[in-house]
């Protein structure tokens, strides 16, 4: 995990928790789609495919890079946060992130040796040991194209055509995913500098269609020869400093038996009573967000989400000939209502009683039914027809 995607696309490191990755390089297949407008007579037209290959190429000639992105989200009416990227290779980095209007700053440096976290609010340090087998020092390539893997899960890449960004021509490429899956940012724009094959400038929406971030890259400057002082790390003075390993960091589930995934969560959870014709069980997932310290102090301490709750979830997976069927149960340690992170537009459904909602996702090809059943807030994902999905819902009880 590369600190800048952790600082910079947190809403991904904190939902990922039941989320599988479905990675096929055999079935990537790349698209283009061009509006009507975009046709300059004076330039040759890429290929999005084209634009991609040349990013990769830009990076993979990069030894070192700084610039600043300034981030704003619609989570939980996050203000404005500042991010000072530092990076040289081989792995050298420092994220330096400003909150203006909270008056605090958190650092991320990675040297040859060790990882630090700091935030002024709390003033703690979380320290990490660095080695060959610590995901978090893959820090190979400059952390400016971290949307450089957002062709995974089968994803499509579009070419929407060509604008303007601080009087900079910049072609504006469009990554949708192509296959269900559990994150909560999906489509993806990415603004890349024609003159220099470098991002400017990136927008990731929701499964609603509706954009949950903007970033603004500013300041760029490559291969300007930083030296390896500007990434040692002072403590500040009073700091506490806390030592993680590398088993804090992993976010992997473990694909359970329905009874473990229970224990392990300590609740009872709901089982569907009714499923369509060839569906069956595959697996299950638990999860509890106060298992991991890393993203226990990221959610705490070191991120505009320190509102959001803590909570446990096991997440059911049926599988059959058109496709699976994901139910989702979480139990929050707070009240749900004041931390969620998104409007919820669609149509207003009763389940059992209940107030719920039902609304399409991933572009209309599935439908997702949500609904709180006391202490449980219940989701269920899939390319159903209403009824049906209505049908598994209504069907959702405590094991006999």
Known sequence: MKPLAVLLLLTVVILISNCEEKTSEEKNETETLEKQEYNPAHEEKPTAEEIVAKMRA???????????????????????????????????MKSTIRR??????????????????????????????????????DNEACPLFFGENLNRNNSKIFLIGTEKIEGKDAYLLEFTPEEEHEFYLLKTKIWIDKETWLPIRYELYDN??????????????????????????????????KTL?????????????????????????LTPAYLPEGYVFNHSTSFNSRDRAYLTVINSDLSSFAAMPHY???????????????ISETRYEEEKSAYRLFEKEGEN??????????????????????????????????????AELLKVAESISAKE
């Open 100 to 137: 203006p209007e909270k008056n605090t700053e958190s650092v991320i440096v990675s040297d040859e040796n060790y990882q630090w976290i700091y935030n002024s609010d709390s003033n703690t340090a979380l320290k990490t040991e660095l080695s060959e087998e610590t995901d978090i020092s």
């Open 245 to 269: 390993s590398p088993e804090d960091y992993k976010i992997d589930l473990e694909k359970l038996a329905l009874d473990e995934a229970e224990q392990r969560a300590g609740f009872e959870v």
């Open 312 to 326: 446990r979830r096991v997440t059911l997976v049926y599988t059959g000939e058109n496709g699976r069927i994901r």
């Open 58 to 92: 830009k990076r993979a000639s990069i030894e070192d890079c700084s610039y600043t992105a300034n981030m704003k989200s619609s989570f939980l009416e996050q203000n404005e946060e500042r991010y000072e990227i530092l990076w040289k290779k081989p792995g050298l």
């Open 208 to 241: 609603r269609e509706r954009m949950a971030v903007e970033i603004e890259i500013q300041d760029l400057k490559i291969n300007s020869g930083l030296p390896d002082s500007e990434f040692e790390f002072e403590l500040p003075e009073g700091a506490r400093v």
């Open 349 to 386: 459904i009763r389940v059992n009683g209940r107030e719920g909602v039902l609304h399409p996702v991933f572009g209309g090809n599935m439908k997702e039914l949500e609904w709180n059943d006391g202490e449980l807030e219940i989701s269920i994902m899939a390319a159903l027809e209403k």
